[in-house]
T-cell receptor, first 115, second 112 residues
Framework: DGGITQSPKYLFRKEGQNVTLSCEQN?????MYWYRQDPGQGLRLIYY???????QKGDIAEGYSVSREKKESFPLTVTSAQKNPTAFYLC??????????????FGEGSRLTVL | SQQGEEDPQALSIQEGENATMNCSYK?????LQWYRQNSGRGLVHLIL?????REKHSGRLRVTLDTSKKSSSLLITASRAADTASYFC????????????FGAGTRLAVHP
């Protein structure tokens, strides 16, 4: 079945460590996104990519990095520079172009906890 | 800053009752979307309404949009326990569709 797969679902990190969250999609979508969700708050955009080898900062990019070497993959690295990384991270995609209705397709999320 | 803000923050009703959630936003939009999130899961798209539309239906869902008041409402009719979830509105705002802005959501609890 087509969809977005995020891994791992749960991740624990010690302070000072970098961690990478995986996001893979087989929907053939051009655009991919990373959002952060904190309790009682809406989603906030970290980074997005409209095409391979290109990505743009969102509203809260500091302390995060991404790459887009393949259309199917958009990994997010949470670096030690991110001061408050404990959160629920959501990856999403949409097709762009004429087939784009603006709807985002989401993965199931990755919950990162800093110990 | 958040573009969309939902009201109420939490809503508790009995099965069979209707649930109404409201969303307000600040800047002009091209469209407004509603998403659902079950606890600990990803978001699922429910419905999209364009700025030139006033009302849209999908099954038990009815969405209205009032661009003059910069507000939208989501009505779920004849609610079921399975409707228990958080509901978020999202607007495209000044950044376009690549920068959807989500509200903080309404937590809906439907009791059997």
């Amino acid at each position: 079945d087509g969809g977005i797969t995020q891994s791992p679902k749960y991740l624990f990190r010690k302070e000072g460590q970098n961690v990478t969250l995986s996001c893979e999609q087989n929907l053939n979508h051009d655009a991919m996104y990373w959002y952060r969700q904190d309790p009682g708050q809406g989603l906030r955009l970290i980074y997005y990519s409209q095409i391979v080898n290109d990505f743009q900062k969102g509203d809260i990019a500091e302390g995060y990095s991404v790459s887009r070497e393949k259309k199917e993959s958009f990994p997010l690295t949470v670096t030690s520079a991110q001061k408050n990384p404990t959160a629920f991270y959501l990856c999403a995609s949409n097709p762009r172009g004429q087939s784009n209705t603006g709807e985002l397709f989401f993965g199931e999320g990755s919950r990162l906890t800093v110990l | 800053s958040q573009q969309g803000e939902e009201d109420p923050q939490a809503l508790s009703i009995q099965e069979g009752e209707n649930a109404t959630m409201n969303c307000s936003y600040k800047t002009s939009i091209n469209n407004l979307q509603w998403y659902r999130q079950n606890s600990g899961r990803g978001l699922v798209h429910l419905i999209l309404i364009r700025s030139n539309e006033r009302e849209k239906h999908s099954g038990r869902l009815r969405v209205t949009l009032d661009t003059s008041k910069k507000s939208s409402s989501l009505l779920i009719t004849a609610s079921r326990a399975a409707d228990t979830a958080s509901y978020f509105c999202a607007t495209d705002g000044p950044g376009g569709y690549n920068k959807l802005i989500f509200g903080a959501g309404t937590r809906l609890a439907v009791h059997p």
